[in-house]
Structure formats: structure tokens, C-alpha cells
């Protein structure tokens, strides 16, 4: 079965006949790139506030 569209494909296919995407990939390696990519957000999400909070802190001392 496709992960992408639930379609059913002949078994050992490498390309989904009704998406046509790639499925060779194991789901579980599909699951832990979603996971990855997940991670990579949050880490991007904190990169974010931390880079905020560091120049609330250089606004700060230049206004003393
Ligand atoms: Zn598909």
C-alpha cells in the first residue's frame, strides 16, 4: 500500500501506479525523516527566539 495516497501497489513496486511517487522507501524510514524534519522546525523555532532574546539584550545595553 502507497504511504502518500493509501492506493494498493503491486507488491516490490518502486514508483506508486496512482501517485507516482516513491515508495521503495521502508516506512519507518519515512517515519523517522518526518520525525527528523520535525525537529528541525522546533530547532529552527529556538534558533529564532533565541536570536530575538539575544538582541532584546543589545537593545538593551545600547539604551543604557
Ligand atoms: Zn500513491
Same mark, same amino acid.
Given at each position: 500500500?502507497?504511504?502518500?495516497?493509501?492506493?494498493?501497489?503491486?507488491?516490490?513496486?518502486?514508483?506508486?501506479?496512482?501517485?507516482?511517487?516513491?515508495?521503495?522507501?521502508?516506512?519507518? /524510514?519515512?517515519?523517522?525523516?518526518?520525525?527528523?524534519? *520535525?525537529? *528541525?522546525?522546533? /530547532?529552527?523555532?529556538?534558533?529564532?527566539?533565541?536570536?530575538?532574546?539575544?538582541?532584546?539584550?543589545?537593545?538593551?545595553?545600547?539604551? *543604557?
Amino acid at each position: 500500500m502507497c504511504p502518500y495516497c493509501q492506493a494498493e501497489s503491486a507488491d516490490h513496486a518502486l514508483v506508486c501506479a496512482s501517485c507516482a511517487r516513491d515508495i521503495a522507501v521502508p516506512a519507518t /524510514l519515512i517515519a523517522e525523516r518526518d520525525d527528523l524534519l *520535525r525537529k *528541525r522546525d522546533q /530547532l529552527r523555532d529556538e534558533l529564532t527566539r533565541a536570536r530575538n532574546e539575544v538582541e532584546a539584550i543589545m537593545q538593551r545595553r545600547k539604551s *543604557r
